[in-house]
């Protein structure tokens, strides 16, 4: 009987989280849920939030991410995002998570305005082009 489940946290670039863990609190689109050792295998796909962990000395450990997908067979639960932080802490997990929002706040503001003076160039290219015709 397995009494721990071994947790990647998989992102693009590198391994955020390898650890063992005894219980796991995620959330899909239909709802929060839980996994223990001995869950059966699980596939589902994560919404973005906040995963609650708890590893085997009984210490809670939180992962906010973005969407993903977390599948568990036998004792291995592997989730994949493209983008999450660890923190031990609940609150300092949420600081940073709302800093990150505000800083890619920042990012979309700038590539909407770079996208717009693009889509403006190209009309005065069309209608500088349409008049000569």
Do not use: W
Request: overall charge negative; proline content about 3%; glycine content about 6%.
């Amino acid at each position: 009987m397995t009494t721990v489940m071994q947790l990647q946290i998989l992102l693009p670039s590198r391994i955020l989280v390898d650890r063992e863990v005894v219980k796991l609190v995620a959330e899909a689109p239909n709802g929060a849920f839980g996994l223990l050792p001995n869950h059966i295998d699980f596939v589902a796909a994560l919404v973005p939030g906040v995963l609650t962990c708890v590893d085997a000395e009984g210490h809670e450990f939180f992962v906010g991410i973005g969407e993903g997908m977390l599948v568990k067979r036998g004792s291995r639960v592997m989730v994949s995002a493209v983008d999450a932080i660890e923190d031990e802490d609940l609150e300092s997990l949420r600081e940073k998570l709302d800093q990150r929002h505000r800083r890619m706040d920042d990012h979309e503001r700038a590539a909407r305005s770079a996208l717009a003076r693009l889509e403006a160039g190209v009309v005065k290219r069309f209608m500088s082009y349409a008049e000569r015709l």
